[in-house]
DNA sequence: TCCTCCTCATACCTCCGATGTATGGGATGG
DNA sequence: CCATCCCATACATCGGAGGTATGAGGAGGA
């Protein structure tokens, strides 16, 4: 194994071991380099790769300290990787999606604070009439964030937010409109809304399930 | 952004953009330093970010590739993720097994091609009257597996298999022998492959959440 | 002719030392 | 007491040197 892959492990263990914790400053750079028996360079590309995953976070001309470790912050490396796959696996994700969405509304409607599910409806109504394209993704993207924070699980809400990359979501609400499906789409988000402000798991679990598995069908169609 | 990081986009836009497709054998460090403006100490570490999340494929003495961007490949980067949870956030992590193992026992019961399903019976079968606490986590490990892989679908395999660490797997079946329910876990485990034998998706499902809720009750009480 | 072994060019690995640059805190002056 | 300036600190980047593992091609033998 690689000097530098051994550092990585070595710091991963005093993470891990507690020796570090959230929040600590590691030792500068040449410190460091000293105690783990290699150079500030190799040090340098271990540190790298962990503040790449949002273990580490580096300042300059402050220090390295450990991250707040919450599942956030280290599940959101998750959407970097998902921009790397092309067609022939987006419609995995999605396979994905459909089963943790629904899941994700369920949740919502049992555990989604009121105000929450209030900020949750004025989302949908700040889209006018006539949005462009960037305004319905970025519309979409609070929308099911919103849903995902509301189930009170970070790790679900980070897989959620990270398993549908921008760049997709933006080819579908293009294709969506250019069909006039968008409207039926939007449609569909207010059934959401009004199955969570309800308190009615299953009927939210139902509409998302409907929901993606309509976008799905759509995209497996244009691939 | 720093040097580094412009780099990361750079090659990432490389391989997204199709210039260098997987397996792709990139230019050698010193000339792609040179191409992307950077010194090969800096492009090094853009290079082994890359390879940390599988992206990039370094060989000593022969040359960097691109990996073949497979989602299995990128998404098990997210096990060494899990390692930095501690118990706290445990149980957020178990939540969204419940949602995703059932749904893999389902598309499982659909799905899987018979001789895997022999497989999976033999991996049960192979335990035998009293295992050591490594046996169980190993089988445990590969039982739910070849569930995973029987989805034909990679994403869903690699987020179920990477969502557990081997860490936190090895405690609960210490827990669970401590306790003596670990026959009544095998037990489950055994009526999930029934039910997949059968080709009952709905009994799968079921008996996949009967199996994590029951760990995740443990756990809860133990936590 | 074919196979095996050896040699060597190649490419990554590791290190060193130096300079550039951003940050945070303490000293300074109002 | 506060705003500003200065400087020690720590990371950022660089270029070069020597080390090591790999793969390919040539030499030699069966």
């Known amino acids: 194994?690689?000097?530098?892959?051994?550092?990585?492990?070595?710091?991963?263990?005093?993470?891990?071991?507690?020796?570090?914790?959230p929040g600590a400053r590691l030792p500068k750079e040449a410190d460091l380099a000293?105690?783990?028996?290699?150079?500030?360079?190799?040090?340098?590309?271990?540190?790298?790769?962990?503040?790449?995953?949002?273990?580490?976070?580096?300042?300059?001309?402050?220090?390295?300290?450990?991250?707040?470790?919450?599942?956030?912050?280290?599940?959101?490396a998750l959407s970097f990787v998902v921009d790397?796959?092309?067609d022939d696996t987006v419609?995995?994700?999605?396979?994905?999606?459909r089963v943790l969405e629904p899941a994700?509304?369920?949740?919502?409607?049992?555990?989604?604070?009121?105000?929450?599910?209030?900020?949750?409806?004025?989302i949908l109504d700040d889209?006018?009439?006539?949005?462009?394209?960037?305004?319905?993704?970025?519309?979409?993207?609070e929308f099911h964030r919103q849903i995902?924070?509301?189930?009170d699980n970070a790790v679900l809400a980070s897989l959620v937010e990270g398993l549908s990359g921008p760049t997709m979501r933006a080819r579908i609400w293009r294709?969506?409109?250019?069909?006039?499906?968008?409207?039926r789409t939007r449609e569909q988000h207010q059934a959401i809304v009004d199955a969570i402000a309800s308190r009615q798991p299953d009927l939210a679990r139902s509409w998302a399930t409907v929901h993606i598995a309509g976008v799905e069908e759509w995209l497996r169609r244009v691939l």
């Open 127 to 141: 889209l006018g009439d006539d949005p462009t394209i960037e305004a319905l993704v970025a519309n979409d993207i």
């Open 104 to 122: 994700a509304a369920a949740l919502a409607a049992e555990r989604m604070l009121d105000d929450d599910i209030d900020k949750l409806q004025l």
């Open 1 to 21: 194994m690689a000097l530098t892959d051994e550092a990585i492990d070595k710091i991963k263990g005093m993470i891990v071991s507690g020796e570090l914790g």
């Open 34 to 76: 000293e105690r783990l028996g290699l150079s500030r360079n190799s040090l340098r590309e271990a540190v790298r790769a962990l503040s790449m995953i949002r273990v580490l976070d580096v300042r300059q001309g402050d220090g390295t300290y450990v991250t707040s470790l919450e599942p956030n912050l280290l599940l959101d």
């Open 91 to 97: 419609l995995q994700f999605f396979e994905v999606r």
């Open 148 to 151: 995902a924070v509301g189930t």
């Open 175 to 183: 294709g969506l409109t250019q069909e006039g499906a968008a409207a």
């Open 84 to 86: 790397f796959h092309r």
